[in-house]
């Protein structure tokens, strides 16, 4: 059975590293720091299943753009939004389907997330 593929961004190194490390026997990873990489990879042949996402990302790009890049390339890609600050932006401008979980978090609420959001019938239809 294939594993998703999952992107994690997030513009601080030391959230991508725990996140990757409590995810990684589960899921293929693609664990990045850079908004602009995550553009360039969205673009590759083969979309991310999910895609976990800072919203601030320190760049002209952020964490919403990237969530709506992923599901242009692929509609029912699950996202997980995670800040500090943004709260009631992603209310306004946030997917539709997605999942926020504010900062700080645990690897485990964010695992907990993923599986709540792979397991249910349809996310999406929020």
Not at 27 to 52: H, K, M, N, Q, Y
Request: glycine share 6%; hydrophobic share 45%; proline share 6%.
């Amino acid at each position: 059975m294939r594993k998703p593929k999952i992107m994690v961004l997030d513009d601080e190194p030391h959230i991508t590293a725990m996140l990757c490390e409590t995810l990684e026997d589960q899921f293929d990873l693609v664990c990045l720091t850079s908004a602009e990489e995550a553009v360039r990879r969205l673009g590759d042949a083969e979309p991310f299943d999910v895609v976990i996402t800072d919203i601030n990302l320190g760049s002209e790009v952020d964490g919403l753009e990237i969530a709506q890049r992923a599901r242009e390339a692929k509609p029912d890609a699950t996202i997980i939004y995670t800040s500090g600050q943004a709260a009631q932006r992603v209310a306004y401008e946030g997917i539709r389907g997605a999942v926020f979980v504010p900062k700080p978090f645990t690897g485990a609420e964010i695992s907990n997330a993923l599986v709540w959001m792979l397991n249910e019938p349809n996310p999406h239809a929020a």
